[in-house]
């Protein structure tokens, strides 16, 4: 038996013979390196399997520990990558619940060095192809990924969560605006794109025009029934799924997401696929199939030669 550090505890052998080799061969996600300044610079790269989790699978992960467990050994012996935005942080400083918050870096440093982080909004590839111009009011660009340099060089140069959460919430006074605006903005302009007479014909019978990239039908399609329903109003908790749903869309394996939204994401799957938009879009997930999620990407597992 050894000390595991990701998992936080004790192992049998032939599983740490896994992950020294999983360490060996593959180049980790997240990697700290001196930046020059006396601090430390934090490096990451999504490498596949990436899976992205809405707000309620954290929590559900966080709550549930043999679900904890399965979920960690199957992204470290997969070799793959969780995405974690600043969307599900911003979700958790609304909660403003320290318990909550304190299980949450409990389960983001078990998963470390396999995360990446992401502003979804700002970084480039999300939800804007070349990303979002800086608001004045917003952290700088890369803001985590900084946060997350400067707590391992408090450790000694080791993966340190402690607090990551809970100081976020401690400043929600200077963060809950910029969500609550970001989910008005969204709301907003989603409600002006509906009521636009060509994109409420595509809407009805979906027809890729040219030059149309994957990335710009799966939105349409995702808010497919603003379009059609005139009965529908999409409010800021649709503007939060939206992004759940949208903006890791293109990079992910694997999305887990609210039922209502993981319904709408399988259905604009087949209308693209059917309407001839090439491109791979991530397996979604809901509360219903987390059992499902959890058997594909531990079938994924890197296995050590003999």
């Not at 038996?1 to 998992?7: L, P």
């Not at 549930?64 to 969780?82: C, E, M, V, Y």
């Not at 993966?159 to 609550?180: R, T």
């Amino acid at each position: 038996m050894i000390v595991d550090a990701w998992r936080g505890g004790l192992m049998p052998s032939d599983q740490a013979a896994r992950h020294l080799f999983l360490e060996k061969s593959l180049p980790m996600v997240m990697t700290l390196h001196p930046n020059g300044h006396g601090g430390l610079l934090v490096v990451q790269k999504l490498r596949k399997p990436v899976v992205y989790l809405d707000h309620w699978a954290i929590r559900l992960f966080c709550e549930n520990r043999p679900l904890q467990d399965r979920f960690i050994a199957a992204l470290h012996q997969s070799g793959g990558t969780w995405l974690f935005s600043q969307i599900n942080l911003f979700e958790f400083v609304a909660m403003t619940d320290t318990e909550q918050a304190r299980r949450a870096e409990a389960l983001l440093l078990r998963a470390m060095p396999n995360l990446h982080v992401a502003d979804l909004t700002m970084d480039k590839g999300y939800v804007f192809p070349d990303g979002a111009p800086q608001h004045p009011d917003a952290p700088q660009q890369h803001w985590i990924l900084q946060d997350i340099g400067e707590r391992a060089y408090i450790a000694g140069g080791h993966w340190n969560m402690h607090n990551f959460v809970a100081d976020c919430i401690n400043h929600s006074g200077e963060l809950l605006p910029l969500f609550e605006e970001m989910k008005a903005t969204m709301k907003t302009a989603i409600k002006e794109l509906s009521q636009q007479a060509h994109l409420q014909a595509n809407a009805k019978r979906f027809v890729p025009t040219k030059g149309m990239t994957l990335r710009d039908a799966l939105a349409r399609e995702l808010l497919r029934e603003a379009y059609v329903n005139p009965a529908y109003e999409f409010d800021e908790h649709d503007a939060v799924d939206f992004i759940h749903a949208f903006g890791p869309a293109t990079v992910c394996d694997f999305i887990l997401l609210d039922i209502r939204w993981c319904h709408r994401f399988e259905h604009a799957a087949r209308r693209l696929h059917k309407g001839g938009v090439k491109g791979k879009l991530p397996k979604p997930y809901s509360r219903r199939t987390v059992a499902a999620f959890l058997a594909d990407l531990e079938a994924l597992a890197i296995k050590p030669p003999a």
